[in-house]
Every structure is written in structure tokens, then in C-alpha cells.
């Protein structure tokens, strides 16, 4: 079965949901996100489906965000976060526990969306980061998130350099739980999802929404309230357009 972008199958009591769109290395595009969307309700009206493991096609888990065609306009900026934040959270909201299976790139919306994932296992060949500095933009969801999982420090160096980090680092960070070679991604992933699949349903939501409680708040209206002036800067407008155009931006400060 596929939603849009998002193919989706079962193998037993565990949803598989893997994003592609290769072509765009599997950027948030308005296809993955609808697709993820409509994934995600399936998973919760399966009352089958006790876990759901998320993953990329090709080398790349997800590039972040597609910024083809983007309004630069506080207004077009709002509802771009607005729609964008449904995707990367929807991982903390469902109810039931998620899996992120990052298979390659995690960047920008990419790490955001393995960070609202419960459980993350890398391949050896995962990278993390939070690129958006070099367009101009910050990160909404992954600076208020990012910080609680691995810090203060790290994450005001990853969001103001915009360097990702390896597999290994994210390990020793407790950005993932495991690191593992790239051809047994998958099979660590469905043996933990398995493991969980065989507990009890109703403490398992309880676990997830009991660790959960606390997010979700304040934070995250502050982010989607402040971030859409950055989208009417003169520097994002040349970052955007340095990257579409393959070039290093020349940023004016304003």
C-alpha cells in the first residue's frame, strides 16, 4: 500500500513506513508529509498495529525540508511551518510507539522527524544535522527539541555552524540508541519492534504518553509564532536562492 510518497506495509503486528521520494532524497515535500499523514492514521485505527517502524528508500533517511517554491511572506511562512510541524511531530502524537530506522542523511526536517520517533537506530553510515543556518533559518522544531535530548551546548553548535554530526557521535550524544552496520538496520530495527510488539498494549502507551507528558507546550507555539520573520529576510531570500542555484550565499546581515 502507498500514501503518496510514504509506502506502508505490515509484517505482522508492526507498521513499516518508509518514505519515497528519492528523486528529492526524500525531502518533507507536500507528497511525503500528506503521505505520512495518512500512514499515521492508519496505524491508529489498526487496532493490529502495535508499533511502526519509519525509514527511507534509497541511501538517505531525509534531506529536510523542499524548498522549491517557497513564499517568502510572513503569512506563506506561517502556513508552510504549520503544515511542516504536523510532520515532524507526528511521531511524538500518535499514541502508539514509532521506530526511526535512519538508513543515510538526516538533515535539517530529517533529524527533526527521527527526533520526534521514540526509539532511534542509525546505520554506521547516518549523518544528523541541522543545515537550515546556511539559508538564513534556524531549525524550529529541532531548537526546542534537540536540547532536551542532547544539551544546551551541542545543540546551539550544531544549529549556529549547521555541521552534521556522524553515527558514532550521535550514539555517544544519545541522539540514537544503537549504531549498526548498514545491512542489519532493518532486521535491529524489527527484532526491537518485535520485542515491543510482544508487551502489553495498554502499558506501552502509558510508557510513551507518560515520558512524552511534558513536551508539546510553550515551546513549540513560541517557535511556530517567531520563526516566520526569518522568511522575510534578505538573507534567507539569498540563501534559498544560493542553494537552489548551487553556489555559496553572500549574506548581507539583514
Known amino acids: 500500500m502507498k500514501f503518496d510518497d510514504v509506502l ?37 485505527k489498526d487496532d493490529d498495529i502495535k508499533v511502526t517502524v519509519i525509514t527511507g528508500a534509497g541511501r538517505t533517511f531525509c534531506a529536510g525540508a523542499d524548498i522549491t517554491g517557497f513564499d517568502f511572506s510572513p503569512a506563506g511562512a506561517k502556513a508552510f511551518l ?44 547516518a549523518k544528523f544535522g541541522v543545515p537550515e543556518i546556511n539559508l538564513g533559518l534556524l531549525p524550529g522544531f529541532a531548537i526546542v527539541r534537540l536540547q532536551q535530548i542532547i544539551g544546551m551546548s551541542k545543540t546551539k553548535e550544531m544549529c549556529m555552524t549547521g555541521e552534521p554530526i556522524s553515527a558514532e557521535e550521535a550514539l555517544r550524544l544519545n541522539l540514537v540508541s544503537k549504531v549498526v552496520p548498514s545491512e542489519k538496520l ?69
Open 8 to 44: 506502508y506495509e505490515k509484517d505482522g503486528r508492526v507498521a513499516v513506513l518508509t518514505l519515497d521520494d528519492q528523486k528529492k532524497l526524500n525531502a518533507l515535500s507536500p507528497g511525503i508529509r500528506q503521505g505520512l499523514k495518512e500512514a499515521f492514521e492508519e496505524v491508529e
Open 186 to 254: 532493518m532486521d535491529e530495527a524489527m527484532t526491537m519492534a518485535g520485542k515491543i510488539a510482544e508487551k502489553p498494549l495498554l502499558a506501552i502507551l502509558l510508557a510513551k504518553s507518560a515520558v512524552n507528558r511534558h513536551i508539546g507546550g510553550e515551546e513549540i507555539t513560541y517557535a511556530l509564532d517567531s520563526m516566520p520573520f526569518l522568511f522575510g529576510t534578505e538573507d534567507v531570500r539569498e540563501g534559498v536562492t544560493a542553494f537552489l542555484e548551487k553556489r555559496k550565499p553572500v549574506f548581507k546581515d539583514r
Open 82 to 125: 504549520n503544515d511542516v510541524f504536523q510532520a515532524l511531530t507526528i511521531g511524538e502524537n500518535v499514541s502508539k510507539p514509532v521506530i526511526a530506522a535512519v538508513n543515510g542523511l538526516a538533515l535539517g526536517g530529517g533529524l527533526e522527524l527521527a527526533i520526534s520517533c521514540d526509539i532511534r537506530i542509525a546505520s554506521e553510515k
